[in-house]
């Protein structure tokens, strides 16, 4: 069975700009989650959709977003990119929602902001 | 601030020497997962104990769980240099019903050939 898989692996983008990543969960998993890593931070959760519905939310500013298709992708964005935006962005994807179930992570997009 | 908290944040050995990893949280929870990450990289699964067990084995590792004091160690034995990661605990915080994973910042490990 193939492994959750992200898009694009790098991306360069510069202040103001929005940028859009995407996730491909394993088949049959129905959740999808968001994190942002950061040296600073570490990992923080962004949020988690389950069947096409935002289940749960991180302490995030609006301009984080993100939606979840019929086949379980998912999708997140950033608008109004700030430098502090940049990061490694994984997704994960499980069975179940709510934390249940284990979550298996994607390679992770490299996003930075200039 | 951080739900976990993993001690020590670094950690270096030599291969065959055993690795022990703590984690400490601050409210209740329902389970409480370990995972490692190699250099930059996604991270991948290594055990979830929930909040009944107080034991758990996966080949060379053993997780302990205490909840009367908020805390779990991962152990390692006969270390490989392989096992050279970043590894972390993460809970899911419940703060007013809503499923938050909450990670800690991590141990560092690195093993010598």
């Known amino acids: 069975k193939a492994g959750v898989t992200q898009t694009p692996r790098y991306l360069i983008k510069t202040r103001g700009q929005q940028v859009t990543l995407s996730c491909s969960p394993i088949?049959?998993?129905?959740?999808v989650s968001w994190y942002q890593q950061t040296p600073g931070q570490g990992l923080q959760f962004l949020f988690e959709?389950?069947?096409?519905?935002?289940?749960n939310k991180g302490n995030f500013p609006g301009r984080f977003s993100g939606r979840q298709f019929s086949n379980s992708r998912s999708e997140m964005n950033v608008s109004t990119l700030e430098l502090g935006d940049s990061a490694l962005y994984l997704c994960?994807?499980?069975?179940?929602?709510?934390?249940?179930?284990?979550?298996?992570f994607g390679p992770g997009t490299r996003l930075t902001v200039l | 601030s951080q739900q976990g908290e993993e001690d020590p944040q670094a950690l270096s050995i030599q291969e065959g020497e055993n690795a022990t990893m703590n984690c400490s949280y601050k409210?209740?929870?329902?389970?409480l997962q370990w995972y490692r990450q190699n250099s930059g990289r996604g991270l991948v699964h290594l055990i979830l104990i929930r909040s009944n067990e107080r034991e758990k084995h996966s080949g060379r590792l053993r997780v302990t769980l205490d909840t009367s004091k908020k805390s779990s160690s991962l152990l390692i034995t006969a270390s490989r240099a392989a096992d050279t990661a970043s590894y972390f605990c993460?809970?899911?915080?419940?703060?007013?019903?809503?499923?938050?994973?909450?990670f800690g910042r991590g141990t560092s490990l690195i093993v010598h050939p």
């Open positions: 959709y389950f069947s096409e519905t935002q289940r």
């Open positions: 409210t209740s929870i329902n389970n």
């Open positions: 088949s049959g998993h129905r959740s």
């Open positions: 994960a994807s499980s069975l179940g929602t709510g934390g249940t179930d284990t979550q298996y």
């Open positions: 993460a809970t899911d915080a419940l703060p007013g019903g809503s499923y938050i994973p909450t």
